[in-house]
């Protein structure tokens, strides 16, 4: 089922981190298997990139399994740092979040899909997003959780998307979860609600073009389907529009860059959204609940038309 929020703020910046929290907590009912945020902050003043990424799963704290974990985490993380300084990058900041994640602030002025590359090709790592302004966090457990283990009720920025899944068409882990990053691209991400029936010929038609999938969710299909038409000169607007041909099946998605907040829905409307829209502000879920939760005031929303793609500008 799963459920999908997103906001923005046009011309300010504000809690989005919270704001977003509790709007996908007002939506755990629709799935509790796991939470993702794409948060969309104040960034650094150095223009550096942020980099989020993980090198395992999510292990109960306190199983064996966390103590065998440890020492090969640690390995992956000095991989991944020795191929940082291989690729002429500097690490400028980093943190330990849990004993798989971690956020680093790097200096890199190179093509980032071949760094991209390089970093994934450590065994279990995989990069959640890199961004000036983005913020990926995804781990089991439902918006409160995860809010927590990562502090992201402290989050301050202008807009950003989230989901709650349930787990339907992939395992319960982190890979599969969403956002997905619109990898090689800085300061994309997608959440999609739905199911895509042509993802298998689309993945094979996207990998032989070169692209990359860290996942078999039929979801990140979205985020791969719109980076190969950025890379090809496509603007987002342009990608998501072909994307209502080119994706079969039920589908609403929203997806975010470093200024901008759009969704689309596919020619048959079956997937739910209700959107509010005033001068300051846009939110919008799966769910009115979710929009209710920052608004609890007496609003207008409105359910957008079938086939629609929209894109609103900070």
């Not at 991400?189 to 070169?210: A, F, I, M």
């Not at 969710?217 to 496509?234: H, N, P, Q, T, W």
Request: charged share 30%.
């Amino acid at each position: 089922m799963c459920g999908i929020a997103g906001l923005i703020h046009r011309g300010k910046s504000s809690d989005v981190g919270k704001e977003l929290q509790d709007m996908l907590q007002a939506l755990k009912h629709r799935g509790p298997d796991s939470t993702g945020y794409a948060l969309y902050g104040e960034g650094n003043n150095q223009g550096d990139y942020i980099m989020r990424f993980k090198v395992g799963e999510n292990v109960a704290e306190g199983s064996s399994a966390v103590k065998e974990d440890k020492s090969v985490y640690d390995q992956r993380r000095k991989q991944v740092d020795q191929h940082i300084r291989d690729l002429g990058g500097d690490i400028v900041n980093d943190q330990q979040l849990t004993p798989y994640s971690f956020r680093y602030v790097i200096k890199y002025d190179k093509d980032l899909m071949e760094f991209s590359k390089k970093i994934e090709s450590v065994e279990m790592v995989e990069i959640l997003s890199i961004g000036k302004s983005l913020e990926l966090i995804k781990d089991l457990g439902d918006a409160k959780v995860v809010s927590k283990r990562y502090g992201l009720d402290k989050v301050k920025g202008t807009h950003g998307i989230g989901h709650a899944r349930m787990a339907t068409e992939s395992g319960v882990d982190i890979r599969s979860a969403h956002p997905f990053w619109g990898y090689p691209f800085s300061d994309v991400s997608v959440v999609h609600n739905g199911q895509l029936t042509n993802y298998w010929n689309n993945r094979r038609v996207l990998e032989n073009k070169g692209m990359r999938f860290m996942s078999e969710c039929d979801s990140e299909l979205i985020a791969v389907f719109l980076a190969e038409k950025m890379r090809k000169g496509a603007s987002l607007e342009e990608g998501m529009k072909e994307s209502l041909s080119g994706l079969d099946g039920v589908f609403t998605y929203f997806v975010a860059t470093k200024d901008s907040l759009g969704m689309a829905k596919d020619t048959m409307a079956a997937k739910p959204l209700v959107l509010y829209e005033s001068d300051d502000l846009v939110a919008m879920g799966s769910e009115e609940i979710a929009i209710r939760s920052i608004l609890p005031q007496e609003i207008d929303t409105y359910d957008p038309f079938d086939g629609e793609v929209k894109v609103w500008q900070i």
